[in-house]
C-alpha cells in the first residue's frame, strides 16, 4: 500500500510540473487543494506529498497560513543561476573533450549539421529541440552524475521564466557560432578551450534573455 502511496504522489507532482512547464498554472497561482484533488480525483495526502516535491525543486513555494505558489523567477534569480549552470555545463564540456571517442564526435558532428541548417532555414522550434539534445549530448559524455543531477535541477527553475534567448536580434547566428567553437574545441581534444567557450555560451545566452525579457517589458507597459 505504501508503495501505491508513493507512486501516486510522484505521478500528481508529475501532472503537476508538466502543467507548470506547459503555463497552465502560471508563475505566482495560488494552489487550491480541494479543487485540484477534485479536478485530479484524489485525496489530500497524495497532493500534499507532491506539493513537498515540487517545492523542494524549487518550482512553488510554501508560505506560512497562506498555502502553496508556483513559484516566480525573478532577474536576480537568472542573474544567480546563470553563472552557476554556466561553471557546471563549462565542466562538462571540459570533460566530454578528454572522454569523447571518434564515434561520438561524428555523432556531435550530426548534431551540429543538424543545428546549421535549422538555423539557416530558420526553424526556431528545431533549432531549440537540437541545441537540447547537442547539450545533453556534452554532459552525458562527461560521464559525472552529480554535474548531470545539478544541471538538471537548475534547468528546471529556469523553465519557469517563460523567456527564449533566440528572440533576441542576431542571437540566432551568435548562438550557433557560439556552439560551432565548443564542437572545434572537443573535435581538437582542447578541455579548456571547451570549458571556456561553453562557459562564453551561456553567459551570452543570459544577455539574449535580458534583452527579451526588457522587450516584453516595454511591450507590456
Not at 21 to 43: H, K, M, N, V, Y
Not at 187 to 196: I, L, M, N, P
Request: charged share 25%; glycine share 6%; hydrophobic share 40%.
Amino acid at each position: 500500500m505504501r508503495l501505491v502511496q508513493n507512486s501516486l504522489h510522484q505521478e500528481v507532482a508529475s501532472t503537476l510540473r508538466e502543467e507548470i512547464f506547459a503555463g497552465t498554472l502560471g508563475p505566482g497561482t495560488f494552489i487550491d487543494e480541494l479543487a485540484l484533488c477534485e479536478r485530479l480525483q484524489i485525496s489530500r495526502t497524495p497532493l500534499r506529498e507532491a506539493l513537498k516535491v515540487l517545492t523542494a525543486e524549487g518550482l512553488m513555494r510554501h508560505e506560512p497560513r497562506r498555502g502553496c505558489f508556483v513559484n516566480e523567477v525573478t532577474e536576480q534569480d537568472l542573474d544567480d543561476i546563470f553563472p552557476v549552470i554556466a561553471l557546471l555545463e563549462g565542466r562538462c564540456a571540459y570533460e566530454a573533450a578528454r572522454n569523447a571517442s571518434d564515434a561520438d564526435l561524428q555523432e556531435l558532428g550530426a548534431l551540429h549539421d543538424r543545428l546549421q541548417g535549422h538555423a539557416k532555414a530558420g526553424r526556431i522550434t528545431d533549432y531549440y529541440a537540437t541545441n537540447f539534445a547537442i547539450h545533453e549530448a556534452i554532459i552525458l559524455l562527461s560521464n559525472n552524475r552529480w554535474l548531470s543531477q545539478s544541471i538538471a535541477d537548475l534547468r528546471k527553475i529556469l523553465k519557469l521564466s517563460r523567456l527564449q534567448s533566440l528572440g533576441a536580434p542576431g542571437r540566432l547566428a551568435q548562438s550557433l557560432s557560439e556552439h560551432m567553437t565548443v564542437f572545434a574545441a572537443l573535435k581538437s581534444r582542447d578541455s579548456q578551450g571547451a570549458e571556456a567557450a561553453m562557459r562564453t555560451h551561456l553567459t551570452r545566452q543570459r544577455e539574449a534573455l535580458r534583452q527579451v525579457g526588457g522587450q516584453q517589458a516595454r511591450f507590456a507597459s
